[in-house]
């Protein structure tokens, strides 16, 4: 009785009802504005809501965290500038609708699927959530590091052309994730003496430049290119489009809540994931990939809204933070006096059930005011591209310089704008570039704890590949995709069908 309760205290208080819906309303529009991240918006909140009362707090807290994660897919499909790192999968579909005139149903396919997906994020951690946090704690270091290899390895997917084009663009984005100081030995790396490169590249300098500049500097070459009106007579999708992208946001969903339940990884890697799913297991998409394809924006959108359920899994069953924002909660659930783990779940199962229950709320929210102002966003989109490249470049620069408030991150942002223009013009895609510079962290920090926990022996290391069950699943799915992505398999099937010709 007192868990439920305390699952209805939202639905049944005002005040905190309020409070989730303008949390979930300023989440969105602090997610569509590049730079503005959800974490640097919760992470604000603590110093402004600490004296509050707990449950108010952290009611505000989740609905801007909800609201963040759906808000990036905005800009990602007006603008072609991804709002979070979990949108940029994204836009690789989105921004291609919106310029021919469907960025209606782009943002309510978007919006319908980052509830679907929300909810089973919510609902795995609501019935299973030791279960869900049992296996994320059987993942060893090296399995992270597995992981981290499995997602540079999508580039081939993300990448419509060359696969080496791809593998080169996501080891480009690695070495600008390893800029800086080591954070093991604090050895400088990759600064050639320069003290400004000490602190390392900030990746939404990277981020904002690569899509931001780079697509300015592309609508140079059609600003005489008539303005495209969009079509919002339907911005609720069709149920029969509904019905058949069901399964695969089931799987997307699932996808994220696994991989938001990992400690370190978070929404834009599950989105980059459920993206690669998805052009693998789709057999008739709507459109080719990266040219509109609907089933790109169901597949990352339901991923990284579940991944939010997934984050909050380990957070509140072992007391680790499943990303940046969850790791923010923590701190915040420690100022009111609760200390999050497996004695939380036992001592206070309120507040257990009191998040799902504001999480549930959320989720609505978001619904309700992601179906709401579509026609005032996309209004964006039907600007001249004379006045719309200028608004492009000054997002870009505001977003870039609210991170730090630096204005070598705008220079940054401006030198990766250059260099994201002449990759796109030969061909080489943008989105490895940025995954590399997220998972650079992931891959380098988890090698050497692999190392380190085998005493340097690396015999011992690549044995320990085959005698875990984890990571051999992990291993055999990084050498299948690898091998899948090469010429071998269509050179041999050429070779046979050849053979049996003659």
Same mark, same amino acid.
Not at 392 to 409: F, H, P
Not at 410 to 427: D, E, I, K, N, T
């Given at each position: 009785?007192?868990? %439920? ?17 303008? #949390? ?7 997610? $569509? ?11 604000? %909140? ?7 009362? +707990? ?24 603008? !072609?500038?991804?709002? $979070? ?20 149903? /782009? ?15 919510? /609902?795995? %951690? $609501? ?47 690695? +070495?600008?994730?390893?800029? #800086? ?30 899509? #931001?500049?780079?697509?300015?500097? *592309?609508? =140079? ?14 911005? @609720? ?27 370190? &990884? ?5 989105? =980059? ?7 693998? @297991? ?9 040219? #509109? ?11 990284? !809204? ?19 924002? &969850? ?53 964006? @989109? ?12 000054? =997002? ?5 310089? $609210?991170? !730090?408030?630096?204005? &070598? ?32 962290? *992931?891959?380098?920090? !988890? ?22 069950? =984890? ?11 690898? +091998? ?16 049996? /010709?003659?």
């Amino acid at each position: 009785m007192e868990t %439920l309760l305390a699952f209805l205290t939202i639905f049944t208080q005002p005040e905190l009802l309020l409070l989730v819906g303008l #949390g979930t309303f300023a989440g969105v529009y602090v997610g $569509a504005i590049p730079g503005l991240s959800v974490t640097m918006a919760v992470s604000i %909140l603590i110093s402004f809501t600490f004296s509050w009362p +707990v449950y108010p707090a952290i009611a505000l807290m989740i609905g801007i965290y909800m609201g963040g994660v759906y808000g990036g897919s905005r800009t990602a499909i007006l603008l !072609n500038i991804p709002g $979070a790192p979990s949108a940029i999968a994204t836009a690789m579909d989105g921004y291609p609708m919106a310029q021919r005139g469907e960025a209606g149903e /782009a943002i309510g396919i978007t919006t319908v699927m980052s509830f679907l997906g929300g909810f089973v994020g919510i /609902a795995v %951690l $609501a019935l299973a959530a030791p279960y869900v946090s049992d296996f994320a704690l059987t993942f060893q270091p090296r399995d992270y590091m597995l992981l981290a290899v499995l997602g540079i390895l999508l580039v081939g997917s993300l990448s419509s052309g060359s696969l080496i084009k791809g593998i080169f663009a996501g080891a480009l984005g690695l +070495v600008i994730g390893c800029v #800086g100081m080591d954070p093991l030995t604090f050895d400088e790396r990759f600064t050639f003496g320069v003290p400004l490169l000490q602190s390392g590249i900030s990746f939404i300098a990277v981020m904002i430049g690569m899509f #931001g500049v780079s697509e300015a500097l *592309l609508q =140079l070459h059609h600003l005489q290119a008539p303005v495209v009106r969009q079509k919002i007579d339907r911005i @609720v999708p069709h149920w029969s489009s509904l019905r058949r992208h069901l399964p695969l946001s089931l799987q997307s969903s699932t996808i994220g809540v696994l991989i938001g339940a990992l400690p370190g &990884t978070g929404g834009d890697i599950a989105a =980059l994931m459920a993206y690669d799913h998805a052009k693998r @297991v789709t057999r008739n998409p709507s459109r080719s990939f990266g040219t #509109g394809a609907i089933e790109g924006l169901v597949a990352p959108e339901s991923a990284n !809204n579940a991944a939010v359920g997934g984050a909050f899994i380990p957070m509140m069953t072992l007391g680790i933070p499943g990303d940046a924002v &969850t790791a923010i909660m923590i701190g915040a659930l420690y100022i009111h006096g609760l200390n999050p783990g497996p004695m939380l779940m036992v001592d206070q199962p309120g507040m257990f059930w009191f998040i799902v229950g504001a999480l549930v709320m959320a989720n609505v929210f978001i619904l309700i005011f992601g179906l709401t102002g579509i026609r005032i966003f996309t209004k964006i @989109v039907e600007i001249p591209r004379a006045f719309l490249i200028p608004l492009i470049l000054l =997002l870009s620069i505001v977003g870039a310089y $609210a991170v !730090n408030n630096a204005v &070598t991150d705008v220079y940054w942002m401006l030198g990766f704008g250059l260099l994201g223009y002449f990759m796109r013009h030969y061909g080489y895609p943008l989105g490895p570039v940025i995954l590399g510079v997220i998972l650079s962290r *992931l891959l380098d920090d !988890n090698w050497r704890r692999a190392i380190i926990s085998e005493r340097g022996d690396l015999g011992a290391f690549f044995g320990g590949l085959f005698s875990s069950p =984890l990571s051999t699943v992990l291993l055999l799915v990084i050498v299948a995709i690898f +091998v899948s992505q090469t010429p071998l398999p269509r050179l041999l099937a050429a070779r046979l069908h050849r053979h049996r /010709a003659a």
